[in-house]
């Protein structure tokens, strides 16, 4: 399975913007770039995927780098609800299953 | 739509007894998937379930089975249980499976501690 390299943490203020890298220079074809979170004691909910394309949805953007070899994860304005783990993953378009790694977490100052 | 739903929410146990957790996916949903969540290994994959059958299956020993029932609901179960296997144990469900761009949803987990 392609593997993704994240930060172990990071920190933003709130109401400022987050952008969260992820490394996947492993990445295949068929690998979906997904972003899950988990937030304190709740299982990981999903915030937004993506193949080639930057894509944009209510919760956050995806900047994927014109190679797949990396992608960035886009809060436009932190809350103190966005604190948790973010977890970069790519899946395969056949594959249910998700190998989470390390993933980063986000502390956010008020 | 009800979320996934797992029970119990917690448990003890004793090493060496056995335990069986239950998750009820959303309705219509197909595919069940488990996971483990400790402190020291991240949140590995267990295995998946569709149409009472499993589909994939992680790196666990043979004491981690698990089944789905015509319903989807699944159970998952853990015999002869060690201290290691304190963990939080979650489910997660999609419409289908082998959908690599769907998105899974998670049940809040079942926290199982084994004194």
């Known amino acids: 399975d392609a593997k993704t390299t994240q930060p172990n943490s990071m920190e933003s203020n709130e109401e400022e913007p987050v952008h969260l890298p992820c490394n996947h220079s492993?990445?295949?074809?068929?690998?979906?770039i997904h972003w899950y979170r988990q937030l304190p004691s709740q299982g990981p909910e999903y915030v937004i995927h993506g193949l080639t394309s930057n894509v944009n949805n209510r919760m956050a953007s995806l900047a994927i780098a014109e190679d797949r070899k990396s992608s960035t994860l886009i809060l436009h304005r932190a809350t103190l609800r966005d604190a948790a783990v973010y977890y970069c993953i790519l899946r395969d378009v056949r594959d249910d299953k998700i190998i989470f790694g390390k993933g980063t977490r986000l502390h956010i100052l008020p | 739509k009800a979320g996934v739903t797992q029970t119990p929410r917690y448990l003890i146990k004793t090493r060496g007894q056995q335990v069986t957790l239950s998750c009820s996916p959303i309705?219509?949903?197909?595919?069940v998937s488990w996971y483990q969540q400790t402190p020291g290994q991240g949140l590995q994959f267990l295995f998946e379930?569709?149409?009472?059958?499993?589909?994939n299956k992680g790196n666990f020993p043979g004491r981690f089975s698990g089944r789905q029932f015509s319903n989807s609901r699944s159970e998952m179960n853990v015999s002869t249980l060690e201290l290691g296997d304190s963990a939080l144990y979650l489910c997660?469900?999609?419409?289908?499976?082998?959908?690599?761009?769907?998105?899974?949803?998670f049940g809040p987990g079942t926290r199982l501690t084994v004194l």
């Open positions: 379930y569709f149409s009472e059958t499993q589909r």
């Open positions: 492993t990445i295949s074809g068929t690998d979906y």
């Open positions: 997660a469900s999609s419409p289908l499976p082998g959908m690599g761009t769907d998105t899974q949803y």
């Open positions: 309705s219509g949903h197909r595919s």
